[in-house]
């Protein structure tokens, strides 16, 4: 909604329950927004990084938003293990994008996963 919106945050989180309903746990969805928001430029990076042929801005918007949701997950959220992070993208993807999302964000997160780890193993 930010991003198609061009909106922060505060602006956007009002919206949610209006389209969607209320969230399910309001606390993890209010921190996971801020915090890819916060983020957004490293979170952008590590993609661009990853998604060699690919260029951030040509990605669905879909897409590119579950990528930027999972790679916080990855980077940032320490009590969500990567293979969960992964997984729950992918079936976002799945669910929501087009019939290769799935493929396209598991290829691109396990990519952010690996440099993660190696992150954290210098």
């Known amino acids: 909604m930010m991003d198609f919106l061009g909106v922060g945050p505060e602006e956007a989180i009002p919206l949610f329950p209006l389209v969607s309903g209320p969230a399910s746990d309001a606390e993890y969805y ?3 927004v801020t915090g890819v928001w ?3 430029e490293e ?7 990853a ?4 260029r951030l801005e040509r990605m669905t918007l ?6 930027r949701l999972g790679t916080f997950e990855i980077n940032w959220s320490r009590d969500i293990p990567f293979v969960v992070a992964i997984n729950e993208a992918v079936d976002l993807g799945k669910r929501f994008g087009s019939e290769e999302s799935g493929a396209f ?3 691109i997160l396990d990519k952010i996963s690996e440099i993660r780890k190696k992150k954290v193993k210098t």
Do not use: F, K, M, Q
């Not at 979170?43 to 990084?49: A, F, H, K, Q």
């Not at 998604?51 to 690919?54: V, Y």
């Open 30 to 32: 209010r921190e996971t």
């Open 38 to 40: 916060e983020h957004r």
């Open 43 to 49: 979170i952008d990076g590590l993609i661009r990084l």
């Open 51 to 54: 998604a060699e042929n690919w």
């Open 62 to 67: 879909v897409d590119r938003n579950i990528l």
């Open 105 to 107: 964000i598991n290829g």
